[in-house]
């Protein structure tokens, strides 16, 4: 059978292979430590679980419209307005099956073919493939370490041409965890603006900032920047429901128009009880979202300064997600390996720590390691890794 060229464009999400690997050796029975997962670590809080359970005994197990409940819109929408000073009507918001289906359904109903999106690099690993998968070119900038992986005014201007359709700003980010300011994300906002650029707000680690730093929302910098992007979020990371499949996208009545059709013939509807269960995380109590926040806070200072104390090792401390990124380059290259992505293979082979190699994210240099697991783990994972790179010496 030949398959649709769209698909064979795709790259094998490495953050899944790396964990299949790890999942495989624990199988063989090998004591692997994996530090690949991009989901906490903590289960959905009970008051969450309840709403749903209650949701199904009422038999609230129907189709429910397309763009999802008026209900949770509207919860949606007063959230927007008291953490981000955003305003929109039930028309202006549709809840997808996670955001990344939110992203997957704009990038549909925006791209035409050879339309080019502006993805800086590192990027979350489906940024791209999805874009190919809507006919587009993902073009692909270069933010520098030394600038905490953040792309600069310029180094957008550069990057816009006349197919320029447009920009994703994940803030914070994953894999790197770094943050745009205010003044960032202005004079970005700017040069969108002067272009006409639409911007793509992936906003799904607002929850999750461990710095002094406000998350703040490009969106909401002034009228024209809130026309000219397009907000996504969900409650995966924040109210720790990745299983759930619950996100959402917020921006113009026409675009959102356009994804609630699109959504219609695809998945008809989110998952009705799953809808009800992010109604109550809203609506409830946020005490035990601020108690895995603060166990997140101790986990990342935790783990920075283990990673960071390791010869070889360079680890910019991040701001937010749950995720750091260091630069192994020099550890790989003491080690023989003139690739990262060996040095991963060899590091999982010999003292089995999974880590996902920075390649899928753009970024050949680093690692993304997760710290949504228990501290002992983390310390144990930081000795396996300071003891490969001590004694694999070339």
């Not at 929302?217 to 990371?237: D, F, H, P, R």
């Amino acid at each position: 059978m030949d398959l649709a060229k769209r698909v064979k464009t795709l790259t094998p999400s490495s953050t899944l292979a790396i964990t299949a690997k790890a999942k495989e050796l624990k199988q063989q029975g090998h004591d692997v430590i994996g530090l690949g997962v991009g989901e906490p670590d903590f289960n959905t809080p009970d008051y969450i679980i309840q709403a749903a359970s209650k949701a199904m005994s009422k038999g609230m197990t129907k189709y429910t419209p397309a763009g999802g409940i008026v209900e949770l819109k509207q919860a949606i929408a007063t959230k927007l307005l008291e953490d981000n000073e955003l305003q929109y009507t039930n028309e202006q918001l549709i809840i997808t099956t996670g955001a990344k289906h939110a992203l997957y359904t704009l990038f549909q109903v925006l791209i035409n073919e050879g339309d080019e999106v502006i993805v800086p690099a590192p990027y979350w690993v489906s940024y791209p493939e999805q874009i190919k998968l809507a006919g587009g070119e993902p073009v692909i900038v270069n933010a520098q370490e030394k600038n905490e992986f953040k792309i600069t005014p310029s180094e957008l201007e550069k990057a816009i041409t006349a197919k320029t359709k447009a920009v994703i700003i994940n803030s914070p980010s994953n894999p790197t965890g770094m943050m745009y300011s205010k003044e960032d994300l202005m004079k970005l906002g700017e040069t969108c603006l002067k272009h006409d650029v639409l911007i793509i707000s992936d906003e799904i680690y607002e929850k999750l900032i461990y710095s002094s730093d406000n998350h703040i929302s490009i969106a909401q910098l002034s009228s024209e920047l809130k026309e000219q992007t397009i907000v996504i979020n969900g409650v995966s990371k924040s109210h720790a429901m990745t299983g759930w499949r619950i996100g959402y996208a917020a921006g113009s009545k026409e675009i959102i128009s356009a994804m609630t059709n699109l959504a219609s013939h695809s998945t008809s509807n989110p998952t009705s009880i799953a809808q009800y269960a992010a109604l109550a995380a809203y609506e409830g109590p946020q005490e035990p979202l601020e108690e895995m926040k603060r166990v997140f806070a101790e986990r990342l200072d935790l783990l920075h300064g283990l990673i960071d104390d390791i010869p070889g090792v360079t680890c910019i401390k991040p701001k937010g997600a749950f995720y750091l990124f260091p630069n192994v380059k020099e550890a790989a290259d003491k080690n023989g390996y003139s690739k990262v992505d060996d040095w991963v293979a060899a590091l999982l082979d010999k003292e089995k720590v999974a880590l996902v190699p920075g390649s899928a994210f753009g970024s050949p240099d680093n690692v993304r390691l997760s710290y949504a697991t228990s501290a002992d783990v983390l310390e144990e994972a930081a000795k396996r890794i300071k003891r490969f790179i001590m004694t694999h010496q070339s």
